[in-house]
């Protein structure tokens, strides 16, 4: 089946830099790229929709400034965390959505712990 | 209230019982309807998508949808130890109404003991 990958898988940094976290669809060209946020035990929260070639959506509540999300080609999305803090430590997955199909396959999440 | 309920469990049978997983929703846009696996810190892995109401089977898993009842249902049968993890259900309208966007559950964690 369709593939994405997400790199890095985890990451740890310092309080105030900023970390970019990659998604990638391998063997299908994304159209359409979302980016969730998970906190333990609970469910996916929906953080932006990423489209190739246009400014991401960003659901309410969540800071345009803070997560720079940019989706330059049919099979890469990153999320930039700018300016991390510790409250930003959270799991965050990425999902992509094919061109043809209806279906929507995930990353297998990216851990960011903010020091 | 929220658009989609799921309980949290936890649920815990034992190796080779019928698993019994739902979800209700409000929205009468939901169109497509998919299954999640996930495993402690990884991504959600696809399990059953559908379209519409209906019946869909692979391998031990079922996924029933009765759009009527705004109800849906994953079955596991023979379960696995290797079957512990947590299901979420999400569900979707059309590209028009939704663009994709999947409305999740809350989860269900499972545990299969052997």
């Known amino acids: 089946g369709a593939v994405v990958s997400q790199h890095p898988s985890r990451v740890i940094c310092k309080s105030g830099t900023s970390v970019k976290i990659e998604c990638r669809s391998l063997?299908?060209?994304?159209?359409?790229m979302f980016w969730y946020r998970q906190f333990p035990k609970k469910s996916l929260m929906l953080m932006a929709t990423?489209?190739?070639?246009?400014?991401?959506?960003?659901e309410q509540g969540v800071e345009k400034d803070k997560f720079l999300i940019n989706h330059a080609s049919l099979t890469l999305s990153t999320l930039t965390v700018t300016s991390a803090h510790p409250e930003d430590s959270s799991f965050y997955i990425c999902s992509a959505r094919g061109t043809f199909t209806g279906e929507l396959f995930f990353g297998e999440g990216s851990r960011l712990t903010v020091l | 209230q929220k658009e989609v309920e799921q309980d949290p469990g936890p649920l815990s049978v034992p190796e080779g019982a019928i698993v019994s997983l739902n979800c209700t929703y409000s929205n009468s846009a939901f169109q497509y309807f998919m299954w999640y696996r996930q495993y402690s810190r990884k991504g959600p892995e696809l399990l059953m998508y559908t379209y519409s109401s209906g019946n869909k089977e692979d391998g031990r898993f079922t996924a029933q949808v009765d759009k009527s009842s705004k109800y849906i249902s994953l079955f596991i049968r023979d379960s696995q130890p290797s079957d512990s993890a947590t299901y979420l259900c999400?569900?979707?309208?059309?590209?028009?109404?939704?663009?994709?966007?999947?409305?999740f559950g809350e989860g269900t964690q499972l545990t299969v003991n052997p």
């Open positions: 063997d299908f060209q994304a159209t359409t």
């Open positions: 999400a569900m979707s309208g059309t590209i028009e109404t939704s663009g994709s966007r999947l409305t």
């Open positions: 990423s489209n190739e070639g246009s400014k991401a959506t960003y």
